[in-house]
């Protein structure tokens, strides 16, 4: 069936007002309170609406937006819309029409209205594809080659299947080195909380007791007393320093392409967490080019798709220099050799997959194989971590609580 769409309207789209998350509480026919959400552009829209179901409105009120009262658009959004279009067109549901259908059934005001645009759209003309490109903010290319590609073959569900299956395991992926990073930093964030709330708040108390003592404290508790006071006079500095740093860093590395690089190639250095963010970059590039590379798109371009998938500028260019010398002729398997970044089980693979005439079939399977080492090493570096913080959070709170009683411990001995 044809699933290209076109309609032969060329008025130019009226702007779609504004919708925003709207909550209510109400008493229903039965006289049972009860509350809800709905969303739509205008308060009256909502009261006529829920007059219409014999809901008593109590209360009604917009959610503010810097509380997420329009939410943002993010990667499992649009892999839900791909999965609900997959399964509208599966049922013989027009594009336009479904378009219509899924837009009402979202909760979240953004992406509403961004489902509303692509609907306008493709009623003023345009392809499905064609709407997607319109976004390139959400809608990557791997997303709008595939769409266009089931259009074309006709297969436009088994297309939008196959990109939300990909946008699954993809985001899946990210949370497992997400958590990776996150995980150590969180804690280590705490410990140095924990061990500066108590040189500003707690050893100074110790300090005005110890001043009356009248006899010279330990070297250790000279030293804390020294650190506490550093940190009591230097704090908003330190803190200053530290968000500053932050910011520079950020804005580097979004000016600077090489900035950028070097960081990337010295995070593929860091040990364990480096392997990590190494071994989930081949996986990404595996499951990005057997996506595209099954829906038919041709192998150069493919590549190009897979460069712009992963998070590494290291990989990045890589992908980007295989593309060059796929395209003078070179075999996959021998380009990505030359690059000296991919495991050797991984172009071992790929040279199978070549010679079997299942490029795509292969990549897969190294997809999943990297994914599960990924998973793995994220379990490992967990493992390994918890006791390892927890010996540098006894040592650094420890070692501050025992300078502050090692002078009563030593008066103590002396009575």
């Known amino acids: 069936m044809a699933t290209t769409i076109r309609v032969a309207r060329h008025h130019k789209p009226r702007k779609q007002p504004k919708l925003h998350r709207w909550y209510w509480?109400?008493?229903?026919?039965?006289?049972?309170s009860i509350k809800g959400e709905q969303v739509a552009a205008q308060k009256s829209e909502v009261v006529q609406e829920l007059t219409k179901q014999g809901i008593l409105i109590k209360n009604l009120r917009r959610k503010s937006?810097?509380?997420?009262?329009?939410?943002?658009?993010?990667?499992?959004?649009?892999?839900l819309f791909a999965r609900q279009m997959a399964t509208m067109i599966r049922a013989g549901v027009p594009v336009l029409q479904a378009f219509n259908v899924?837009?009402?059934?979202?909760?979240?005001?953004?992406?509403?209205?961004l489902v509303q645009q692509l609907a306008e759209d493709v009623a003023a003309g345009a392809s499905f594809s064609e709407a997607l490109r319109k976004h390139p903010r959400h809608f990557d290319r791997l997303f709008t080659n595939m769409v266009h590609a089931g259009e074309q073959a006709g297969a436009l569900d088994r297309m939008l299947e196959r990109v939300a299956s990909y946008k699954e395991k993809i985001e899946s992926l990210k949370a497992r080195v997400r958590k990776a990073m996150y995980y150590p930093v969180a804690v280590i964030g705490v410990g140095i909380g924990v061990t500066a709330l108590l040189l500003i708040k707690v050893v100074p108390q110790f300090e005005s007791m110890f001043a009356g003592f009248g006899a010279e404290l330990p070297a250790m508790t000279r030293m804390t007393i020294s650190l506490s006071e550093a940190a009591q006079n230097?704090?908003?500095?330190?803190?200053?320093?530290?968000?500053?740093?932050?910011?520079?860093?950020?804005?580097?590395?979004?000016?600077s392409e090489a900035f950028t690089y070097k960081m990337h190639q010295f995070m593929l250095h860091l040990p364990v967490l480096g392997d990590i963010i190494d071994k989930s970059s081949v996986a990404r590039f595996a499951r990005t080019l057997a996506t595209t590379f099954n829906a038919g798109v041709p192998l150069v371009e493919a590549l190009e798709t897979a460069s712009g998938a992963v998070d590494s500028k290291v990989y990045e260019r890589a992908i980007l220099q295989i593309r060059e010398?796929?395209?003078?002729?070179?075999?996959?398997?021998?380009?990505?050799?030359?690059t000296n970044l991919f495991p050797v089980l991984a172009t071992q693979m790929v040279s199978i997959g070549e010679e079997a005439g299942s490029l795509d079939a292969m990549l897969n399977k190294v997809a999943d194989f990297y994914e599960e080492v990924v998973d793995n090493k994220v379990d490992a570096l967990t493992s390994l971590l918890e006791p390892l913080?927890?010996?540098?959070?006894?040592t650094m709170v420890g070692g501050l609580v025992v300078s502050m009683y090692l002078p009563i411990?030593?008066?103590?001995?002396?009575i």
């Open 25 to 32: 509480t109400g008493k229903n026919d039965q006289g049972k």
């Open 65 to 79: 937006h810097l509380f997420g009262g329009r939410g943002r658009v993010g990667p499992r959004d649009v892999m």
């Open 102 to 113: 899924v837009a009402e059934s979202l909760q979240k005001p953004a992406m509403r209205e």
């Open 234 to 255: 230097y704090w908003y500095f330190a803190l200053g320093g530290l968000m500053l740093l932050g910011l520079v860093m950020r804005q580097a590395m979004q000016r």
């Open 325 to 338: 010398d796929v395209s003078n002729g070179q075999r996959l398997n021998f380009a990505m050799r030359n």
């Open 389 to 394: 913080i927890i010996v540098v959070l006894g």
């Open 409 to 414: 411990f030593e008066m103590g001995s002396a």
